[in-house]
T-cell receptor, first 113, second 111 residues
Framework: NAGVTQTPKFQVLKTGQSMTLQCAQD?????MYWYRQDPGMGLRLIYY???????DKGEVPNGYNVSRLNKREFSLRLESAAPSQTSVYFC????????????FGPGTRLTVL | QKEVEQNSGPLSVPEGAIASLNCTYS??????FFWYRQYSGKSPELIMS????GDQEDGRFTAQLNKASQYVSLLIRDSQPSDSATYLC???????????FGKGTLLTVNP
């Protein structure tokens, strides 16, 4: 049981390049989330998927797209990376029944030059 | 815009002391409250959750919730150097299980 996994762990992009961050969970969780964490800013929600087949914007969605590929996988795409997207990206998931909490992946550290 | 505010820190306490971390939230409809611990370079991990007014204890950790005052706190008794980390307060509510996080408080426990 690996929990929440993310790939890659580190990435350096040039301005304008595109890339997809991958997230997968093996806990049969229904909901998945993408956050970014910047120094002094805490965790901010980019997009989330409450259930397979649905996605919704969070607090800071501009410049990102997401795909809930199936129940296990939720990817985050940067179509044209900008230096302002330099951040640490975390994926999280939750079963979504009763009292429950989100479990986080190890993160992807992205630098955009 | 839902807001979660934490005491700015950093907070420094000697080993064996009680560390007190505080959090206030703006949305009166919030139903679930969490404290996550985050070591430098690592992902957040849940240490306490609380859903009703009062205290919730787990080992050296006690979470306190006062919905009337919109206030959540975390007490760490007998603080250890291994408790040195950033502590994130998170508040949730609603069927989508979204969380709003505070900016975190950096705690340093000095041997």
């Amino acid at each position: 049981n690996a929990g929440v996994t993310q790939t890659p762990k580190f990435q350096v992009l040039k301005t304008g390049q595109s890339m997809t961050l991958q997230c997968a969970q093996d806990m049969n969780h229904n909901s998945m989330y993408w956050y970014r964490q910047d120094p002094g800013m805490g965790l901010r929600l980019i997009y989330y998927s409450a259930s397979e087949g649905t996605t919704d914007k969070g607090e800071v969605p501009n410049g990102y797209n997401v795909s809930r590929l199936n129940k296990r996988e939720f990817s985050l795409r940067l179509e044209s990376a900008a230096p302002s997207q330099t951040s640490v990206y975390f994926c999280a998931s939750i079963r979504g029944q009763g009292h429950d909490t989100q479990y986080f992946g190890p993160g992807t550290r992205l630098t955009v030059l | 815009q839902k807001e979660v505010e934490q005491n700015s820190g950093p907070l420094s306490v000697p080993e064996g002391a009680i560390a007190s971390l505080n959090c206030t939230y703006s949305d009166r409809g919030s139903q679930s409250f969490f404290w996550y611990r985050q070591y430098s370079g690592k992902s957040p991990e849940l240490i306490m959750s609380i859903y009703s007014n009062g205290d919730q204890e787990d080992g050296r950790f006690t979470a306190q919730l006062n919905k009337a005052s919109q206030y959540v706190s975390l007490l760490i008794r007998d603080s250890q150097p291994s408790d040195s980390a950033t502590y994130l307060c998170a508040v949730g509510g609603g069927s989508n299980y979204k969380l709003t996080f505070g900016k975190g408080t950096l705690l340093t426990v000095n041997p």
